[in-house]
């Protein structure tokens, strides 16, 4: 029988962890032959991920430039990848969430009539503009998939709400705990001896990430206005920040948040430090979408600075707790879980919503079994609340 060749393709680095599994879990299948393509949208971030869990690009658009626009991107990839696509032939292209590289990878592969899958389909905040220009890109994606594969129920309803037909859609459950559960480590020691030096156990710590696009200007500004007060009220909590390297985000944290005592300004961390680090929190506050997925797993209280989220099984769960971008929000949402231990316990429950580290298999036995080269349809992944 010939072999299913499957291409992915992705870019930044929240895409990297959450793709590199599911390339490790399509090496293992001899039905399949493996094609990795990087965009390099991100470039070092990307780069920290691909060398952690080992994979070996086929191809490398190293389109990273600083200072480019969406449009730059766009281009770029399209134009790109129309040579490899036109090279390999790939019987299917996998993309992944909702970044440019996403939404253009898929237009790609439509454009020469070479099938799409969706990895972590189905995510919808409701507004095309937050998260922006992700919000869009994951709509427009998957208008253009022949399969998605949603992480939850959530997920799957949405899609069929969009008009997407329900035995083009298999619920997997997300790869991003497949990666978690492969690099967390309770005797973890940090390359940082900051991070090390650290008392975890006798001091609260805050991690805390910040960079995405429509938080720019005045609400990351409110945003670190209220940690750096939230600290001045909170002598015993410590903050470990690991800045953006985009330059307008790192001279705002440094101007508002560089003089304080207990706020750690660090360069970003690769994803198994990082990780680790979340491991060893007693709060994070975020505007990640991924860290919403992440740290649920590890039973951690997240405060999401934004307005909505595409993510609301953990908010359901009780894990996630949505508070906006004013200072005020943060403030009183910080100073709560910090100084109330039955609201903290209420959020500490580890749940565990986004998956059981066996979603890269399910995906790729949906792959098969779409293909026709396995005859039962893989089980869909149910929410577990632990």
Same mark, same amino acid.
């Not at 022949?146 to 309803?157: D, M, W």
């Not at 959020?347 to 399910?362: I, S």
């Given at each position: ?10 870019? =930044? ?25 990087? @965009? ?31 449009? +730059?991107? @766009?281009?770029?990839? *399209? ?11 790939? +019987? ?59 992480? =939850? ?6 899609? #069929? ?60 500004? +409110? #945003? ?58 007693? *709060? ?6 991924? #860290? ?16 909505? @989220? ?8 009780? =894990? ?16 709560? *879980? ?44 149910? #929410?577990?609340?632990?």
């Amino acid at each position: 029988m010939k072999k299913l060749k499957v291409m992915t393709i992705f870019g =930044t680095r929240p895409e990297a962890i959450k793709m590199c599994p599911l390339v490790k879990k399509l090496e293992e299948y001899k039905e399949i032959e493996s094609k990795v393509c990087l @965009t390099a949208q991100h470039r070092e971030m990307l780069d920290m991920v691909v060398k952690l869990f080992d994979v070996k690009p086929d191809y490398d658009l190293n389109v990273m430039q600083h200072g480019q626009t969406i449009t +730059d991107i @766009t281009v770029k990839v *399209l134009k790109g990848l129309e040579e490899v696509l036109n090279k390999e032939k790939p +019987d299917i292209v996998l993309v992944h969430g909702d970044t440019s590289t996403t939404f253009v990878g898929a237009l790609a592969a439509f454009y020469q009539k070479i099938k799409v899958g969706h990895v972590e389909a189905g995510l919808r905040s409701g507004n095309i503009y937050s998260p922006y220009p992700e919000e869009m890109n994951r709509k427009l994606t998957s208008n253009l998939a022949n399969i998605n594969f949603a992480p =939850t129920e959530g997920n799957y309803n949405n899609l #069929i709400k969009a008009g997407v037909d329900k035995k083009d859609i298999f619920i997997t459950g997300n790869t991003v705990i497949d990666a978690l559960l492969s690099v967390v480590k309770e005797d973890y020691v940090f390359e940082n001896d900051l991070l090390n030096n650290i008392d975890y156990k006798n001091k609260k710590v805050v991690v805390m990430t910040c960079h995405r696009r429509e938080n720019w200007g005045k609400p990351m500004e +409110d #945003i670190f206005t209220g940690v750096k007060e939230l600290c001045e009220e909170n002598k015993e909590i410590e903050v470990v920040f690991p800045v953006h390297l985009n330059p307008k985000i790192k001279e705002l944290a440094n101007n508002i948040l560089g003089d304080k005592d207990n706020i750690h300004l660090i360069e970003p961390l690769d994803y198994e430090p990082f990780v680790n680090l979340l491991n060893k929190a007693y *709060l994070i506050l975020t505007d990640s979408g991924g #860290i919403q997925e992440e740290a649920p797993s590890l039973g951690k209280p997240i405060l999401v600075m934004r307005t909505e @989220t595409e993510r609301p099984e953990a908010e359901q769960a009780g =894990t996630v707790k949505v508070i906006g971008v004013t200072k005020e929000n943060i403030k009183a949402e910080a100073n709560l *879980l910090l100084n109330n231990d039955n609201e903290y316990k209420k959020m500490e429950n580890a749940v565990n919503p986004y998956g059981d580290g066996t979603a890269a298999q399910r995906t790729v036995e949906a792959l098969l079994y779409y293909f026709g080269q396995k005859n039962e349809r893989p089980q869909d992944y149910k #929410i577990h609340l632990l």
